[in-house]
């Protein structure tokens, strides 16, 4: 009997041990098959010279890259990509963060035009690329008329990609807001009422007790923001194409009309893996940030 229970005690502690991985399990393997595979293939790729087939034929080393950096349509999507996170990301992060002040104290109307603020996430990027191009139309749409203007909101290089910037900033206003909203009906309430007491303007208290103790919010909607707009593609693809004459081209879409619409997977890989590195090195700026000017509790 005593060897018996030894035994099912050993079960049970390997069983304890081996528990968590079970359950982290399914996660892992959806990431390995869909997320680090592709990735590792896509590296793997970029070395080698591909056929239109997708077929692996010799290996060609940074001749893919040199290749890509030479195209004056992917330095240009580069910039392009560079302006419209610029401009993107951080007035998208402003506007829920005045929104969220302005909505931190709670009343009997207080869910309904949270809800308004927040519906701008329910929306598909298709849905809204659509309503925002009618909007932008020369003739017909809604803010030429209101500017009494005649704005080729997507046909001029110069605003087309000002144009995509609003529609991103619109679309990320919910999101940010919400996020936002919780954590500054969770700064403490003691704590803005000392600074109440010793004479801090709602300004002060905003700048100087609010926005360190959000910090932590605010710095992983910047990460979030940058990751995702640095890999933009589908306002592009959608409305203007990377058009007009390549004023809104970013990286991925140029990878994607190279792989999808010419078959050229050699540019293409090669254009995946510079974005990563773009995009990478964004992020490993946004954490400099974080050693500075994110504050934990």
């Given at each position: ?69 030479s ?10 990509t560079?302006?419209y ?28 035009y ?28 809604v ?11 997507l046909?001029?290089?110069k ?46 208290r ?21 990751a ?54 964004a ?15």
């Amino acid at each position: 009997m005593k060897q018996v229970s030894r035994g099912a005690r050993r079960k049970r502690s390997f069983f304890k041990r081996i528990e968590p991985f079970l359950y982290l399990s399914p996660a892992a393997i959806f990431f390995a098959v869909f997320i680090f595979y592709p990735f590792i293939k896509t590296i793997f790729n970029s070395f080698f010279l591909v056929n239109s087939k997708g077929e692996v034929r010799y290996f060609v080393g940074l001749e893919n890259y040199l290749h890509v950096l030479s195209d004056p349509s992917f330095i240009q999507s580069i910039k392009n990509t560079l302006v419209y996170v610029a401009m993107a990301s951080p007035l998208a992060i402003v506007i829920a963060l005045v929104l969220a002040m302005l909505c931190c104290n709670k009343t009997k109307t207080s869910s309904a035009y949270e809800t308004m603020f927040a519906v701008t996430m329910a929306m598909s990027l298709s849905v809204t690329a659509m309503i925002f191009n009618l909007m932008y139309n020369p003739t017909i749409g809604v803010l030429n008329h209101l500017l009494q203007k005649q704005i080729r909101w997507l046909g001029d290089p110069k605003i087309a990609m000002v144009a995509l910037s609003i529609i991103s900033v619109w679309m990320n206003i919910g999101y940010n807001f919400l996020f936002l909203l919780a954590a500054v009906r969770g700064v403490p309430k003691d704590v803005l009422e000392s600074a109440e007491v010793d004479g801090a303007g709602i300004l002060r208290r905003s700048v100087s007790v609010v926005l360190p103790l959000i910090s932590p919010t605010v710095f992983f909607l910047i990460c979030n923001s940058l990751a995702k707009n640095m890999m933009m593609s589908g306002l592009v693809l959608i409305l203007t194409e990377g058009g007009p004459r390549g004023s809104t081209q970013t990286m991925i879409s140029y990878m994607f009309q190279q792989t999808i619409n010419n078959q050229n997977y050699n540019d293409g890989y090669a254009a995946a893996i510079i974005a990563f590195i773009f995009t990478f090195i964004a992020l490993c700026l946004s954490f400099a940030f974080e050693k500075k000017g994110v504050h934990y509790q």
